[in-house]
């Protein structure tokens, strides 16, 4: 596929368990930026990638949120502990370029804690 | 703190009937302001980049324009297919946080035939 790429779309899980979710961004892409978006909210910023690592993590709300991406490619965003707060649209996104605005946004995982 | 306010929160407008949607931004230095389109389920679409006060940027019927303080989403003679969440977003100069885009909470169109 040509777009940027999140599995699962959806996710039910129960309060405490670990989650993670995947993001495949468009291929040759080397910024990557996780962001999460409530109900009814704009998308915050959680953290961005440039290539292997990540260049600014200061959106993560605390430790229990973790991202990796250990190729430069593919990203998984892990979740620990999780919270009925957590719930919430997982949005990932990709572009060419390093520091722009100009994003490319997948449809996202939508992440439900019971 | 970087805020970013959208007005109004929902707009419901007959096709044909033009409108603007309203982003006012306060931040420490604009880099850059950004203009989305997000459908139901989907995530966002970019639309526009906007660098300096007085630039404006048009596709089909959509007019982007910028001032120090705001900017403004013109709509013309819109189409049922418009309708969407517009979101708007900011960027900082530099420093910490100059990687992020800062989000407002969007405007809801609804576009009646």
């Known amino acids: 596929g040509a777009g940027v790429s999140q599995t699962p779309s959806n996710k039910v899980t129960e309060k405490g368990k670990y989650v993670e979710l995947r993001c495949d961004p468009i291929?040759?892409?080397?910024?990557l930026y996780w962001y999460r978006q409530s109900l009814g909210q704009g998308p915050e910023f959680l953290i961005y990638?440039?290539?292997?690592?990540?260049?600014?993590d200061s959106g993560l709300p605390n430790d229990r949120f973790f991202a990796v991406r250990p190729e430069g490619s593919v990203s998984t965003l892990k979740i620990q502990r999780t919270e009925r707060g957590d719930s919430a649209v997982y949005l990932c996104?990709?572009?060419?370029?390093?520091?722009?605005?100009?994003?490319?946004f997948g449809e996202g995982s939508r992440l439900t804690v019971l | 703190e970087d805020q970013v306010t959208q007005s109004p929160e929902a707009l419901r407008l007959q096709e044909g009937e033009s409108s603007s949607l309203n982003c006012s931004y306060t931040?420490?230095?604009?880099?850059?302001l950004f203009w989305y389109r997000q459908d139901p389920g989907k995530g966002p679409e970019f639309l526009f980049t906007?660098?300096?006060a007085g630039e404006e940027k048009e596709k089909e019927r959509l007019k982007a324009t910028l001032t120090k303080k705001e900017s403004f989403l013109h709509i013309t003679a819109p189409k049922p297919e418009d309708s969407a969440t517009y979101l708007c977003?900011?960027?900082?100069?530099?420093?910490?946080?100059?990687?992020?885009?800062?989000f407002g909470k969007g405007t809801k169109l609804s576009v009646i035939p």
């Open positions: 931040v420490s230095g604009l880099r850059g």
């Open positions: 906007l660098y300096s």
């Open positions: 977003a900011v960027q900082i100069t530099s420093g910490a946080g100059s990687y992020q885009l800062t």
């Open positions: 990638f440039q290539g292997t690592g990540a260049a600014d």
């Open positions: 996104a990709s572009s060419p370029l390093q520091r722009t605005g100009e994003l490319f």
């Open positions: 291929s040759g892409h080397t910024a």
